[in-house]
């Protein structure tokens, strides 16, 4: 059996597959659904310098799982995350649960939140 040092270390994780390279424009459609994507149905990318984001899981159309690669010089970690999403609707409203990052407690009790820049909005 494969050594399981490359795995994503989630006790949530409903596969046993490691979250190794980055997504790449990588579109997230509804299971059963075929063809182009469709607006709403959302692309995610990591494929550029900092980016982190290893895997998507589909839940619903509202909400996915993002599980985070390990941090570079430590993998046992995951404590920050960087990704873009396209193909968004106006007005869509969804769901990103973080399954695997390390410090969901210190940070966001201390009152600290994501870093968000959209197309819409000209402030971060």
């Avoid at 509202?62 to 941090?71: A, G, M």
Wanted: glycine letters at 8%; hydrophobic letters at 35%.
């Amino acid at each position: 059996m494969a050594d399981k040092k490359g795995d994503s270390g989630s006790e949530s994780d409903s596969t046993d597959e490691p979250v190794v390279g980055n997504v790449n424009k990588f579109a997230v459609v509804p299971p059963g659904f075929t063809g182009r994507p469709k607006k709403g149905h959302l692309i995610f990318d990591a494929c550029f310098e900092c980016g982190n984001l290893g895997r998507v899981d589909y839940i619903t159309e509202f909400e996915y799982d993002l599980f985070i690669r390990p941090d570079t010089c430590n993998p046992r970690f995951r404590v920050w995350f960087s990704f873009t999403v396209e193909n968004v609707k106006a007005d869509q409203r969804v769901i990103f649960n973080i399954v695997n990052f390390s410090k969901t407690k210190s940070l966001y009790r201390e009152g600290m939140s994501p870093f968000v820049k959209s197309t819409s909005r000209p402030k971060w």
